[in-house]
């Protein structure tokens, strides 16, 4: 699967022979897990084509940061399949983390899932641990996941 152009500094899909293996890129944490989200829903749809109509809070929380990425991920897909909203859009309104675990809230964007207008690319099925990886470096954070199509 290419990555588009728009999407540069963003995300980039690797090469992997059955899932989509996702590197998602930010200057903070939480910039990555908004890129990794938005990477999770292109892999679905064109998510320029769907509007930013609906807006919702997330909260998420982990054990580390595995865990959290993982439940991030998750937590959007089970919306997704339970409500039938696609998302385009992803801010991370808050971060805490403590000594017991990591939490997160979010704001996220999109609309019902409407075949006339969202194009259905791949169906993503789960999202899983396999290969996962969180680098931080001074100036950037790169996530690297794997989803299971």
């Known amino acids: 699967m290419d990555t588009p152009e728009k999407f540069a500094g963003k995300f980039e899909f690797l090469e992997h022979t059955a ?13 990555a897990y908004e890129n990794a989200a938005l990477a999770m829903f292109e892999v679905m749809t064109d998510t320029d084509k769907v509007a930013q109509t609906q807006e919702e809070t997330v909260e998420v929380e982990a054990e580390d940061q595995y865990a959290l990425l993982y439940n991030w991920l998750e937590a959007l897909l089970v919306k997704f399949e339970t409500e039938n909203i696609l998302y385009s859009k992803f801010q991370i309104t808050s971060w805490e983390e403590t000594a017991e675990n990591f939490k997160i809230k979010a704001k996220i964007w999109g609309e019902k899932f409407d075949a006339q207008k969202h194009p259905q690319k791949v169906a993503v099925k789960a999202v899983t641990y396999h290969r996962m990886v969180i680098i931080k470096e001074r100036d950037r954070v790169i996530l690297e996941f794997i989803l299971d199509i």
Not at 19 to 31: L, P, S
Request: hydrophobic share 30%; glycine share 8%.
């Open 19 to 31: 899932d989509v293996y996702i590197r998602a890129h930010g200057k903070t944490m939480e910039e």
